[in-house]
């Protein structure tokens, strides 16, 4: 009979056959904390339902692994690699993932809470359902995501590539998209009252048509034409 993990794997440096051995001895999800994944290769494990709480995975090599349902709390993974994985349903908070690879991951469902993302790259994923709030997204690259009819608390696209992304019907609840790149977005009934534009010149602002903005932000647009309201 193959035991099962009751009690977390707490404080352990792991290697790549390290977890195959702990997956080959349980039949049910693993619990890590504090646990080092560093430089790993975790490529194509089946880590399905795992949870990771104050674990490091720095510049770790997580490409097509399953990793739906995992969750993961206080996590650093800096330049961590999660091309291609499986990340249905997956939640994230409160994690520093900044510079990670995202490329053509299954994010649908997926959850990012209070997470650092600053120039990551999201391009191409299969984002259904995606949901990040009160989240770092500076410089990121978001490039073809739908937002669509989704209430955005506090996000930081400040810099970020949103190259063809839907945001109609959306609400911003704060945050920021100044200097943002809005080419071929789309924000037909978009309520932008409460974010941040600053930065945008006149070819961004053609993409807003449709969207709701206030007085003041419209008297910041009419500044960067060089005009003043009177």
């Given at each position: ?40 290769d975790?490529?194509?494990?089946d ?30 993974g ?27 991951a ?97 070819p ?26 009177a």
């Open positions: 009979m193959i035991p099962q993990h009751p009690f977390p794997i707490t404080g352990r440096t792991l290697s790549r056959a390290d977890v195959q051995s702990l997956l080959s001895s349980t039949d049910g999800a693993l619990t890590f904390v504090q646990c080092d994944f560093d430089d790993a975790l490529t194509r494990l880590l399905r339902g795992a949870s990771f709480i104050e674990c490091s995975f720095v510049e770790a090599a997580l490409s097509r692994a399953l990793l739906a349902d995992s969750r993961w709390r206080q996590c650093k800096r330049q961590a690699d999660f091309e291609l994985a499986d990340l249905t349903d997956a939640q994230f908070e409160r994690c520093d993932l900044n510079n990670t690879q995202w490329r053509r299954r994010l649908a469902s997926a959850r990012f809470s209070n997470v650092k993302l600053t120039g990551a790259r999201l391009a191409e994923v299969a984002g259904l359902g995606l949901v990040f709030e009160e989240s770092l997204l500076i410089s990121t690259d978001l490039r073809g995501l739908s937002f669509r009819k989704q209430r955005l608390v506090q996000l930081d696209l400040s810099d970020a590539d949103l190259t063809g992304c839907d945001f109609t019907d959306a609400v911003f609840d704060g945050g920021s998209l100044r200097n943002a790149n809005l080419t071929k977005a789309r924000f037909a009934g978009a309520d932008l009252r409460q974010v941040d534009l600053g930065g945008l010149k006149l961004d602002t053609s993409v807003l048509k449709g969207a709701t903005i206030s007085y003041h932000q419209a008297a910041e647009l009419l500044a960067e034409l060089g005009l003043h309201v």
